[in-house]
């Protein structure tokens, strides 16, 4: 299972205002759902089987954008490909659609709310905190 953390008391960054970490708190739920939305959107697979795994889940106080796909993980970060012996015959590309889309959401909300200063990236905020 794949699952991308919506986790609004980690925005600890001196450029967010206090108004834009209060909206952020407020609206936790809201932009799990736009995430959610956007991983549909972005979803590589269109036989619809992962695309309907996709859900918001409540982590306590957060939110979080689940793909139950068991084969989400793959397709998110690619594999190996391996013949019938186990030998290693290729490497399947990674196609990630929820780090997008949680990097798009988050990150057009925090650029609006600090007046263009692009810092999502630079903190480390995406990079630690997924589960796969």
Sequence with gaps: MLKANVDCSLLEFDQVTAELKAYLEDNCESLAHQIKDEAIRLCPIDDGKMVKTIKVAKNGDDYRVVVRD???????????????????????????????????????????????????????????????
């Design 70 to 132: 068991p084969k989400s993980h793959l397709v998110e970060f690619g594999h190996v490909v391996e013949d019938k012996n186990g030998n290693i015959v290729g490497h399947a590309q990674p196609k990630p659609f929820l780090r997008p889309a949680r990097e798009k959401v988050i990150g057009e909300l925090l650029r609006a709310g600090t007046k263009g200063i692009d810092f999502v990236n630079s903190s480390g905020f995406f990079g630690n905190h997924w589960e796969g």
